[in-house]
């Protein structure tokens, strides 16, 4: 079982900026795979990025890959998002999660965080 810690959430003007956290707890850190969803009021949970610990492929959505970086700190068993430009349409509640593969869908990931909020104003 991998417990998930994420930080970093608050309010932010449009055009800000703010770097989430997501602190594993696992043995296995350097096996998972740790992606970044969000969920907006009344939407699905959506991807938004992933990255492999042990070989460092990364991926993002489209909406996300010129303003978002994802990264990670080994020996804190922490990943990052850095979150760049932000729009308004970001504002959602953002869940860090791991698995054992690349995914794109919610249904591949076993281990879930509780959500940190983040909220972007015009």
């Known amino acids: 079982q991998v417990q998930l810690v994420e930080s970093g959430g608050g309010l932010v003007q449009a055009g800000g900026s703010l770097r989430l956290s997501c602190a594993a707890s696992?043995?296995?850190?350097?096996?998972?795979?740790i992606a970044w969803f969000r969920q907006a009021p009344g939407k699905e949970r959506e991807f938004v990025s992933f990255?492999?610990?042990?070989?460092?492929?990364?991926y993002y959505a489209e909406g996300v890959k010129d303003r978002f970086a994802i990264s990670k700190d080994d020996g804190k068993n922490t990943v990052y998002l850095q979150m760049n430009r932000l729009k308004p349409e970001d504002t959602a509640i953002y869940y860090c999660?791991?698995?054992?593969?690349?995914?794109?869908?919610?249904?591949?990931?076993?281990?879930w965080g509780q959500g940190t909020q983040v909220t972007v104003s015009s």
């Open positions: 696992a043995r296995s850190f350097g096996s998972l795979v």
């Open positions: 990255i492999s610990v042990s070989s460092g492929t990364v």
């Open positions: 999660a791991a698995g054992p593969m690349y995914s794109y869908s919610t249904a591949h990931y076993n281990n």
